[in-house]
Antibody, heavy 121, light 108 residues
Framework: EVQLVESGGVVIPPGGSLRLSCAAS????????MHWIRQAPGKGLEWVSF????????YYADSVKGRFAISRDNTRNSLYLQMNSLRPEDTALYFC??????????????WGQGTLVTVSS | EIVMTQSPPTLSVSPGERATLSCRAS??????LAWYQQKPGQGPRLLIY???TRATGIPVRFSGSGSGTEFSLTISSLQSEDSAVYYC??????????FGQGTKLEIK
């Protein structure tokens, strides 16, 4: 059974930094690309970032480019999101999500339950 | 950026009836279109990918159709557990991967 378990969400003041983690199990993690996708309270889904299976190619939404950094450790079956210069509009539930392929960008076939980041003073 | 527009925003249908949800892309996405179901307090679940292929374990009452810019998700013989928000997403032209704003399906 595929499991994606996010952690690291907290209440943090504007301008702060935070690292989210995602522990993956139930599939061969190193063979698949991964995403971070977020959902502001009461709102829809917004794609944040994508990383290929080998970690060499990374992509970001314009809203987070230059502030967030995605990474992965295939030896630990883990995905990360380093979030810097946080803004109130970054407040959201952050989902770790598995891509259906290794690098070409496909459907998201599994999602975690999310970890809540609240940016507020 | 490809903009995805879903309609209607809310749909109320009686159990046993059919529901049809629509999704339009601002330019062609071929058949690189997925549908997701999200229930309160849960992460989304993949229903359909490639515009018309059911994901693993998805009941046959869920079906997808369309190509290019016009897509639909049909749920035949609605059941109470189908009450949820449904999202479409394109993965043809990225970044960014883009989602529709969602359709909330209510079962009367």
């Amino acid at each position: 059974e595929v499991q994606l378990v996010e952690s690291g969400g907290v209440v943090i003041p504007p301008g702060g930094s935070l690292r989210l983690s995602c522990a993956a199990s139930g599939f061969t993690f190193k063979d698949y690309a991964m995403h971070w996708i977020r959902q502001a309270p009461g709102k829809g889904l917004e794609w944040v970032s994508f990383i290929t299976w080998d970690g060499y190619s990374k992509y970001y939404a314009d809203s987070v480019k230059g502030r967030f950094a995605i990474s992965r450790d295939n030896t630990r079956n883990s995905l990360y999101l380093q979030m810097n210069s946080l803004r109130p509009e970054d407040t959201a539930l952050y989902f770790c999500a598995k891509d259906g392929g290794s690098s070409s960008g496909r459907e998201v076939d599994y999602w975690g339950q999310g970890t809540l980041v609240t940016v507020s003073s | 950026e490809i903009v995805m527009t879903q309609s209607p925003p809310t749909l109320s249908v009686s159990p046993g009836e059919r529901a049809t949800l629509s999704c339009r892309a601002s330019r062609s996405v071929s058949t690189k279109l997925a549908w997701y179901q999200q229930k309160p307090g849960q992460g989304p679940r993949l229903l359909i990918y490639g515009a018309s292929t059911r994901a693993t374990g998805i009941p046959v009452r869920f079906s997808g159709s369309g190509s290019g810019t016009e897509f639909s998700l049909t749920i035949s013989s609605l059941q109470s557990e189908d009450s949820a928000v449904y999202y479409c997403q394109q993965y043809n032209s990225w970044p960014p991967f883009t989602f529709g704003q969602g359709t909330k399906l209510e079962i009367k």
